[in-house]
């Protein structure tokens, strides 16, 4: 799996939309962008995927650059519960495997 | 749907005892995973069944951890014997198997090896 690359850590205020931004220069064409995410203490929560278009669910979007070498999870209206580390994973298309890098440690302030 | 449930939620047990933890994946869901949380290594994986055949155990650090998978319901991961650099937390998660499936992980063991 391609190897990704995120700030180990980010600040954000509550109610303004947190940007954290991913890495993955060597992703293959097969290969889809994961975002988990893991609060204190509690098992990782998936949190949105892609391949190379945008994708939008209830929780975050995922802006993917056209030459997919790069991403952005959105959070648009950040909470003090959004305060987690988050996970961004590539991973092959097909395959089970989850790798987990160290992530993001992302902290909604008050 | 209760969710994954993993048992003990915390273990306290000294170097040279058997350790078994617990895990019972999600209702249908056809693929379980056992991993390992540390400061040092982070999120790992251990192994992984498909429809209770062990899959990848490429990720089981050595002969002392084993893990089965008896039936859809239940797995155990059992570490004999025991030492004291297995102690993390140890997360088991679960997904429907199918092509980019979700994983939904369980609340976690937090197993400290004296």
């Known amino acids: 799996d391609a190897k990704t690359t995120q700030p180990p850590s980010m600040d954000c205020a509550e109610g303004r939309a947190a940007n954290l931004p991913c890495n993955h220069s060597t992703i293959s064409g097969n290969e889809y962008v994961y975002w988990y995410r893991q609060i204190h203490s509690q098992g990782p929560q998936y949190i949105i995927h892609g391949l190379k278009n945008n994708e939008t669910n209830e929780m975050a979007s995922l802006i993917i650059t056209e030459d997919r070498k790069s991403s952005t999870l959105i959070l648009p209206h950040a909470t003090l519960r959004d305060t987690a580390v988050y996970y961004c994973i590539v991973r092959v298309g097909g395959a089970q495997k989850l790798v987990f890098g160290q992530g993001t440690r992302l902290t909604i302030n008050p | 749907d209760a969710g994954v449930i993993q048992s003990p939620r915390h273990e306290v047990t000294e170097m040279g005892q058997e350790v078994t933890l617990r895990c019972k994946p999600i209702s249908g869901h056809n693929s379980l995973f056992w991993y390992r949380q540390t400061m040092m290594r982070g999120l790992e994986l251990l192994i992984y069944?498909?429809?209770?055949?062990?899959?990848?155990d490429s990720g089981m650090p050595e002969d002392r951890f084993s893990a089965k998978m008896p039936n859809a319901s239940f797995s155990t991961l059992k570490i004999q014997p025991s030492e004291p650099r297995d102690s993390a937390v140890y997360f088991c998660?679960?997904?429907?198997?199918?092509?980019?499936?979700?994983?939904?992980f369980g609340p976690g063991t937090r197993l400290l090896v004296l």
């Open positions: 069944f498909n429809n209770n055949v062990p899959i990848d």
């Open positions: 998660a679960s997904s429907r198997g199918t092509i980019q499936e979700t994983q939904y």
